[in-house]
């Protein structure tokens, strides 16, 4: 088994074999994001992130707006995360375009498609067919409704052939020099907060697996997953009044992000059940949920894809998020501790160990 | 049947409906790369590049380290034809980690392997095995040594799972403001110049696909295809001397690359076939390459992966390029017309018009 930080760690170890000494970089791998100075009044943020047909969606259960928009917006919520202003985004689409009409709109993919691995895949002899236009034009479509509620443009990109349908978008933004928000600098006896309520886009998700992305009865509860909102207004107002002293979105799940900013930080983290702002599973929708029941807080503590923040506050500094956009959907769940250990502290007062079960591509 | 030329401006139509008017914004999509001003001393290029198993390489066929290096590698020569210095890069990197040992080092990709379709993609219970500590030890050592010649620094990127492997790079180069070369500012009356032998890449391929990667009686003709030079001195060469009216890499093949470049000048071009440096098939290589024999004017017309560089230079400006690094090694091949159509002279005189033949990953 390898998990993804094994991997980063050893892509990082192989190409960075001594820390580049580069006064422009003013922070590389490890972070939402990376931070380029130029010696001007801004610093550059930099982020990719793919987005994969069976991995992260299925052409089957996912209507294709809901792809382009949600490839853009979790690729910008890095740039939430660092506190940054969305401008430029390139985009690399590899879209399979092969004998069996894989594409021929998102209705017909359930039949399944094959491919032609006979043939030589340099000799640019591989027969191919249009993708289909009207799965690609509302995949496009989804991308540029992002695109203009996220106020970031498009400058390049490149598009090729594959199997399956492949997405990876670098995201570059613009902060202040030295404001952007790290997952290093949360210290004990911050408060941590997260923003919106925890575990919606996995309650999506499950209503999406089950089939229901187009019924009607629960229409806002499958927004969450197809068209996440991306705290970009939030990200900008914590950096610009330097109130956060750590940050990060929620991409994976609390349990498992949480952990990840603790060990930016080298400390640890004592968070409580009754404090955890979770769904809310209406019983209409329970009934298209079946059984075992779906729990609120293991939906809050380990579902992904809320792009929310998490983010660490000195209690000094905690009076000023009064100011903050959407300050009242801003939540304290619990404050960072000097042991370097994940702690959940039941309603009942019990404390026990917070385990990371949230995403990872590698498990 | 959808070309990449379409693919590309129905991204563009969709994602940029009118043009996105910021000043920071200096080319966007269509170049090889895009340009960014933040108002200091220099402009930023940024590009992207996918590489992809099955359709730019095969595990079977082609060696670990050399996938790492020619991702890298070709990446960056979207830099070197826009003259840019290479700076820094985002690495993408999709693996498989399946039921089947997918990367259980290369000798053993040939068995093929599943790939448990069944599986909920999105509720992390994929069964993952280790990817191959070798294959992947190789190929990130290929890239640490593309990073070290070219010297481009990893600043971030993203990693995840899926069926085949996966690879898109984000590049970033610096350069003078209004230095970058762009491919539209060919005028006719220029001189149309290529570096280098062309169709050794090809050549190299040919051999690579018959099983002699690891040939050593071939090995110096297989080396263009795995390990291509990228040709960053002579770009930024050309640019900070503003020689080239305009330029390009040749990334898939002078037939189609020269197309696209006069399709962005809004002009056309004439070439002769007695002047185009070709690549010399030695007689040992021969015998490994079989019936029919290839062409070496067909490689060099339409074999891509070259990444030398296509550019014209005004007939004032021609002498200036004796100063090129590695001028020995350009040659004149033609003049840009103000007739928009490519022509090809043939040895005996006869003109004819040159098709793109050259790599489309969607033809």
Redesign the interface.
Known sequence: ??Q?RQ??E???R????QR?A?S??KL??GDD??V?S?????E?V?????F?E?????LKTHPPDSVGYKALARATSDLAAMGATP??F??????P?GAAGALAGWSFVGRGFSHD?TS???S?A?A????SESW??AF??G??RA?RELGI????????????V?I?I?V?GEIAPGHALTRCGARPGDIIYVSGKLGRAQLG?ELV?RGHARNHQVRALVQPHLYPKIQIALGSWLAQHRTAASAMDLSDGLSTDLGRLCAASQVGAKIYASKIPSVTIPPAAARYLGKPKLDPLQLALHG?EDYELLFTVSSRQAKKLNGAPGAAALTAIGEITRKRELILVASNGREAPLKSQ??????
Chains 1, 2 share one sequence.
Not at 128 to 131: F, K, S
Not at 153 to 164: L, N
């Open positions: 088994m390898v993804e991997l980063v050893k892509i990082t192989a190409l960075l074999p580049a580069s422009r970089l590389g791998i994001a990376a380029i130029l010696g001007s009044r801004t550059w930099l982020s990719c992130d793919t994969l069976n991995v992260h969606f299925r401008r430029f390139l985009l690399t689409l590899a879209l375009a691995k030589a895949p340099d640019g591989l191919l067919e249009v993708p690609l034009n496009l479509k991308m540029a695109s443009t498009i400058i390049g990109g490149d598009t090729t052939q594959s199997r399956t492949f990876s670098t570059l998700l697996l992904g949230g995403w990872d591509p590698f498990r």
